[in-house]
């Protein structure tokens, strides 16, 4: 059995197309939105409707703006349009078109932090299984899927501008991840919260994680542990026990699927 595992395409539809080819099945863990191109401020949705030089500053903000410096600057971006919630969407819906029609079937795909899940059924083919927070057998093995990513204890999900990403309550991932019994393969957008594998080397800080995830690699012991979400890992791989966690790599930049056979 051979499954072809990708993860933050980020609007990358033509290496997505190629995704599955050889496979017996496609792992899709997320990030098909590409919202702000940080290595092209042309592209992206900030790049495409607020233009370039937006877009390159709203990256940078990111990397090293002060606390609320970043919200002011994308509200005062976005007020040019009356409802720019309406054209985010209209924004997204165009790239989901796309990338979910090069989908092979079968694929399994969860959402990440950046998608709109709530739009994702809207369109999925019949050969695209929508996994998040369910246990699908795969050749055999068990492969237990958690989308998003969980925000920290105490915070509530909140539309930040224009746009709702899909970040969860602490409580409700951990709940939804500890419910995945009996896995043979964990797969979910963040990594477990180990702080090798959630550091970013270019960001130069730890990215979201979640301590659930971890928790079921220590019960379950499964023979792999899957994710993506942090682009420059320091560790893309490590050992937990008997578990191997991989971080199958930033699809957007390398167009290469990480290769899972049994």
Not at 37 to 64: K, M, Q, W
Not at 129 to 142: F, H, K, M, Y
Not at 147 to 166: C, I
Request: glycine residues 8%; aromatic residues 8%; negative net charge.
């Amino acid at each position: 059995m051979r499954v072809h595992v990708v993860s933050d395409v980020h609007g990358n539809v033509d290496a997505l197309a190629k995704a599955g080819e050889g496979a017996d099945a496609l792992v899709v863990l997320g990030d098909l939105v590409d919202f702000v191109d940080y290595a092209d401020p042309n592209r992206g949705i900030l790049g495409t409707v607020l233009g370039p030089e937006t877009s390159a500053h709203f990256g940078r903000l990111r990397a090293s703006g002060r606390p609320g410096e970043l919200m002011a600057f994308a509200e005062k971006a976005w007020s040019r349009f009356a409802d720019p919630a309406a054209v985010v969407e209209e924004a997204v819906r165009a790239q989901y078109a796309e990338m979910f029609a090069v989908l092979p079937a079968p694929t399994y795909a969860i959402a990440g932090n950046v998608d709109a899940a709530e739009l994702w059924p809207e369109f999925a083919g019949d050969g695209v299984v929508l996994a998040d927070n369910s246990v699908v057998t795969i050749g055999g093995l068990r492969f237990g899927f958690v989308g998003g990513a969980p925000l920290p204890v105490g915070f509530e999900p909140r539309r930040a501008g224009p746009w709702r990403p899909y970040l969860r309550r602490f409580e409700e991932f951990a709940a939804a991840a500890h419910a995945l019994e009996d896995v043979d393969v964990l797969c979910s957008h963040v990594p477990p919260a180990v702080p090798e594998l959630a550091y970013d080397v270019m960001s130069r800080k730890p990215e979201s994680a979640s301590a659930a995830l971890l928790d079921v690699i220590r019960r379950d012991r499964p023979r792999a542990a899957l994710f993506g979400h942090v682009h420059q890992p320091l560790a893309r791989r490590m050992r937990v026990g008997h578990t191997e966690c991989v971080n199958v790599g930033h699809f957007r930049a390398t167009a290469t699927p990480y290769v899972l056979r049994w």
